[in-house]
């Protein structure tokens, strides 16, 4: 006999609109062990806990049921509130009338039974619930960034000054990202890499910071606290640790490959380092472009090398990490813009895609920072196009965020750089941050020409050869406009990267339908994610500034430390067990198994589990065909018992 | 061009001598002597003397991959299948249940093969239709080539135009019917379950007497566990003395499960059980 007590939360109206709780309450009075069933305004306020927690004492109650919101938001509260009433805080159950009951419909008749339905299997359950001790588990105290953007270099520092070590994850050659590859910064105009190179090399220097450029996650295991995550060390076929970057291979290399960091306007090495501040200051060799791999013979690099670094015979090599808690900031692309076939991308020399833009004006690019199109020639009038894939719902539906500022500074530089005209085609001019509107406001004093609407074709010229015609609607004076550019500048949509699918599935997040990661909860918890312990920062999540990128970075690196800072860590009690008279060794547990609990013990020829790895998931247990799988407080008799309370319905 | 049973028991009695007296295993599965023709048994050789009971004619359709879980692990088997046999033997390689290595397997090509009640010409309607073995270490007879290849799904096309409540119906009459002998989970390969979860008493999952509850919760939940996992032999049909159709619940099981995963049970030794695998481009289909 267990004596149980319910209590219904109105939430404001939130509940009480579509479920008539008092009759909820008395209906509860009438079921089989209840002893005290009450209704209140807000159960999780201080009155409605001390309410629980003095009728726990006052009629000697073992369960508690707690009808009100979803167990997401409180059931830690009230597990809490019992625990410090003395009972064991796996005695309490939450039935969640709010997010699956008054929140779904208008109609209280329903609303009303559907609770009581709920209500009803809860009791049944709650009578069978019996008392778990929590385990505590050692947590790592590493922690792991991916992404040697912006966001993962500010996320890694703040980390790695507090004394924890990270490891800094990068996919290509150097870290620095995208912030590398631009010329100035908006609003303030300074100078990107002269804020980015220093933060950069402070990560290289900084002995709580270990660097894995050229490297990839191939695979995580483990769980909060204790993920061991496997990394694979991409050949470079440069012995870094040999190399003392003189450089010398890359100045003999005959090979030519595309420079990714120039967008592709010019060519590179095949043995190369991406940009002069690279940090590894090491290069690397780009296989698909190197003499040697091509065509079996070169190995010019290797003869100047007086260090003997070069090492055609070097192999990707696997090494697996051990960190307490993960901050995934993997950034962005742009969206290839070359199936937007009526801006001509790809088809006129004169179009022009940001990010080559950025290289057009920086003194490290292709140009040496003076804005000439591709035949030489300086433009005459320059034409940016806003919202090129984004705010279209052909494409992409969400707004960039960054196009808008990202514009003005273009217009402002061409100004600097240029004597051309420049006209800026836009849908909304967006502008929501500190200094943004002061810099709209200043670009336009600049003599920019603003038309707003956006840029519908891009053509050739039919009276100027080589020039092009920009057509859209000037959505102010309502007039179809033509206007001779000689350049055009397209914004394109920030999309996820392209294998950002595959990261989401390694560390088990999930995407918005574009394939941004999901935040657990869009304003309370934007950095956190639905896998515990694996923080986002950065455009990864969506797009964003580097300003708020870096806050980003910042918060999740305090995030990850709440986790690291702790020697020990609580688990869930609620784990599976095997029992081994039933079970009939046919391994499905340890086959469906996301974390690797269950294990064979030949000896006696049946599957165990090993509990420290086990997170009460269920999986096991739903595929064991003998039932041999206990799973704690969801066992077979207690969810059979809320099954049959809910069919009484 | 026929089977030769004769000369494939000859064969099976000559190479479960050479495995029994070199060592190789310990037990021979195969087939022996019942008291008439029609009903020969299940056999285990352990000894060169028990060699002379075995026996091979077209009335020995029980699968012997039954009986590989029933020794302790390492023991090493030879074992006699006939082609869905051989299916069997895999998809319990595959669960881990056995080693390859423990077992050396004598394959059986054949057709014609009767059932003992009926007298009938067993083919593609009750087993997966196949003439070879789909793995075996020494072939006692001479592949099967020549023989018309019918789909062990054409048989489904009759029940497949019944609706959902037609479908309901019909089961609901046919598993009515079951006596609950349990002798189509004593005759399937795959039914190695100790206790069987309807034998469980915490929780009771179901009533065990013969009754319609109880029935539904035992075939149903027995159909399930085989999804992907049935290599459609017909054992448990041939085995069920009330003749209840239960190869047509498989093997549509079985065509929904190859549709939807793109692997039939038992067919290779490297595929992983299809319904406790998880693929990153495995069908939705299954949460419609």
């Given at each position: 006999m267990s004596r149980i007590g319910v209590f219904v939360c109105h939430c404001g109206l939130n509940i009480a609109k579509t479920i008539r709780v008092s009759e909820l309450a008395q209906f509860a009075s009438t079921l089989p062990d209840v002893v005290v069933a009450k209704d209140y305004k807000f159960m999780c306020s201080t009155p409605g806990q001390e309410m629980i927690a003095s009728d726990i004492k006052e009629h000697k109650l073992d369960r508690i049921i707690v009808a009100a919101c979803s167990p997401l938001m409180h059931e830690q509260t009230f597990?809490?509130?019992?625990?410090?009433?003395?009972?064991?805080?796996?005695?309490?159950?939450?039935?969640?009338?709010?997010?699956?009951?008054?929140?779904?419909?208008?109609?209280?008749?329903?609303?009303?039974?559907?609770?009581?339905?709920?209500?009803?299997?809860?009791?049944?359950?709650?009578?069978?619930?019996?008392?778990?001790?929590?385990?505590?588990?050692?947590?790592?105290?590493?922690?792991?960034?991916?992404?040697?953007?912006?966001?993962?270099?500010?996320?890694?520092?703040?980390?790695?000054?507090?004394?924890?070590?990270?490891?800094?994850?990068?996919?290509?050659?150097?870290?620095?990202?995208?912030?590398?590859?631009?010329?100035?910064?908006?609003?303030?105009?300074?100078c990107s890499a002269c804020i980015l190179t220093p933060k950069m090399d402070a990560v290289l220097q900084h002995k709580n910071i270990t660097m894995m450029t050229y490297c990839e996650v191939t695979e995580v295991k483990g769980y909060v606290g204790n993920f061991d995550i496997t990394v694979k060390q991409k050949a470079r076929y440069v012995d870094h640790d040999k190399c003392n970057a003189c450089l010398a291979c890359t100045e003999k290399c005959p090979g030519k490959g595309v420079s990714e960091w120039d967008e592709g306007l010019v060519k590179r090495k095949a043995i190369y380092i991406p940009f002069p501040q690279a940090v590894p200051q090491k290069p690397v060799i780009d296989r698909d472009a190197c003499t040697f791999f091509i065509k079996g013979k070169c190995r010019l690099c290797e003869k100047v090398c007086e260090q003997k670094a070069i090492d055609f015979e070097q192999q990707d090599t696997f090494s697996t990490v051990k960190v307490g808690a993960v901050i995934v900031a993997t950034g962005y692309d742009l969206m290839n813009t070359k199936p937007l076939v009526q801006y001509g991308y790809g088809k006129y020399?004169?179009?022009?895609?940001?990010?080559?833009?950025?290289?057009?004006?920086?003194?490290?690019?292709?140009?040496?920072?003076?804005?000439?199109?591709?035949?030489?020639?300086?433009?005459?009038?320059?034409?940016?196009?806003?919202?090129?894939?984004?705010?279209?719902?052909?494409?992409?539906?969400?707004?960039?965020?960054?196009?808008?500022?990202?514009?003005?500074?273009?217009?402002?530089?061409?100004?600097?750089?240029?004597?051309?005209?420049?006209?800026?085609?836009?849908?909304?001019?967006?502008?929501?941050?500190?200094?943004?509107?002061?810099?709209?406001?200043?670009?336009?004093?600049?003599?920019?020409?603003?038309?707003?609407?956006?840029?519908?074709?891009?053509?050739?010229?039919?009276?100027?050869?080589?020039?092009?015609?920009?057509?859209?609607?000037?959505?102010?004076?309502?007039?179809?406009?033509?206007?001779?550019?000689?350049?055009?500048?397209?914004?394109?949509?920030?999309?996820?990267?392209?294998?950002?699918?595959?990261?989401?599935?390694?560390?088990?997040?999930?995407?918005?339908?574009?394939?941004?990661?999901?935040?657990?909860?869009?304003?309370?918890?934007?950095?956190?994610?639905?896998?515990?312990?694996?923080?986002?920062?950065?455009?990864c999540q969506s797009p964003k500034d580097i300003p708020d990128t870096v806050a980003q970075a910042n918060g999740a690196a305090a995030e990850a430390l709440t986790i690291v800072v702790k020697d020990k860590m609580e688990l869930e009690a609620t784990t599976a067990m095997v029992n081994p008279a039933s079970c009939c060794a046919c391994q499905n547990c340890i086959r469906v198994c996301p974390y690797g609990a269950p294990f064979f013990n030949e000896q006696k020829g049946v599957s165990e589990i090993n509990e420290a790895l086990c997170k009460g998931c269920g999986l096991c247990a739903s595929v064991c065909p003998a039932s041999a799988i206990i799973a704690r407080h969801f066992t077979n008799d207690q969810v059979l018992a809320e099954i049959e309370g809910l069919m009484e319905f | 061009m026929s089977i030769n049973f004769k000369q494939i028991e000859d064969k099976l009695k000559t190479e479960a001598k050479k495995l029994l007296e070199g060592g190789k295993v310990s037990i021979v599965l195969a087939y022996g002597k019942g008291y008439d023709e029609k009903h020969p048994m299940p056999y285990v050789a352990r000894k060169m003397s028990d060699v002379e009971n075995m026996v091979f004619n077209e009335f020995c359709t029980a699968n012997m991959a039954r009986y590989l879980v029933r020794y302790p692990r390492g023991t090493k088997i030879a074992i006699a299948v006939k082609p869905a046999d051989s299916r069997a033997v895999i998809q319990l390689i595959q669960e881990e249940k056995i080693k390859r290595e423990d077992l050396v397997i004598l394959g059986i090509p054949v057709y014609g093969m009767k059932n003992f009640k009926t007298g009938e010409t067993i083919d593609s309607k009750t087993t997966c239709g196949r003439y070879n073995p789909v793995i075996y270490d020494t072939l006692l007879g001479e592949e099967v080539h020549g023989q018309p290849v019918v789909s062990p799904y054409d048989v489904l096309a009759e029940y497949e135009k019944m609706d959902k409540d037609a479908r309901w119906a019909f089961w609901k009459k046919e598993l009515d019917r079951c006596i609950r002998c349990y002798a189509c989970r004593k005759a399937c390969p795959m039914c190695y379950c100790d206790p069987c979860f309807i034998d469980q008493n915490k929780p009771k999952w179901g009533e065990k007497s013969p009754e319609s509850h109880g029935n539904l919760m035992y075939h149903l939940t027995r159909f399930h566990h085989l999804a992907g996992r049935c290599v459609d032999c017909g054992e448990c049909s041939r085995a069920c003395p009330v003749d209840i159709p239960l190869y047509l619940f498989h093997k549509k099981v079985a065509k929904e499960c190859e549709e939807m995963f793109g692997q039939a049970a038992g067919m290779k030794i490297e595929d992983k059980p299809a319904l406790v695998n998880f693929r990153v481009d495995d069908s939705d289909k299954i949460l419609e």
């Open positions: 597990r809490k509130v019992i625990e410090n009433a003395g009972l064991n805080k796996y005695l309490v159950t939450i039935v969640n009338i709010r997010e699956q009951v008054s929140w779904v419909t208008h109609d209280v008749e329903e609303g009303t039974s559907k609770a009581k339905a709920l209500l009803n299997g809860a009791v049944y359950r709650a009578r069978l619930l019996a008392p778990l001790t929590s385990r505590f588990i050692d947590v790592s105290p590493d922690v792991m960034v991916i992404g040697g953007g912006i966001a993962g270099i500010q996320a890694a520092l703040e980390l790695a000054n507090t004394g924890k070590k990270v490891y800094l994850v990068e996919k290509n050659s150097t870290i620095g990202g995208h912030m590398a590859q631009f010329d100035k910064t908006f609003p303030t105009l300074d020399p004169g179009v022009y895609s940001a990010l080559e833009v950025e290289r057009l004006f920086n003194s490290a690019g292709p140009t040496s920072g003076k804005v000439t199109l591709r035949d030489g020639k300086e433009p005459q009038a320059i034409a940016i196009l806003h919202c090129i894939g984004s705010r279209d719902k052909n494409n992409y539906e969400h707004c960039s965020r960054v196009c808008c500022m990202y514009s003005l500074k273009f217009a402002h530089l061409f100004k600097e750089k240029t004597s051309a005209d420049v006209y800026q085609f836009y849908i909304d001019m967006r502008a929501p941050g500190k200094g943004y509107e002061e810099f709209y406001n200043r670009i336009i004093e600049e003599d920019v020409k603003f038309i707003r609407g956006k840029g519908a074709r891009v053509a050739e010229s039919a009276d100027e050869p080589g020039r092009m015609i920009v057509e859209a609607e000037d959505t102010i004076t309502g007039k179809f406009i033509k206007l001779p550019v000689d350049m055009v500048v397209l914004s394109p949509a920030m999309i996820p990267r392209s294998d950002s699918k595959d990261i989401a599935r390694l560390f088990n997040l999930s995407t918005d339908k574009y394939g941004f990661f999901m935040e657990r909860h869009p304003k309370l918890a934007p950095l956190s994610t639905m896998s515990e312990g694996i923080f986002i920062a950065g455009v | -």
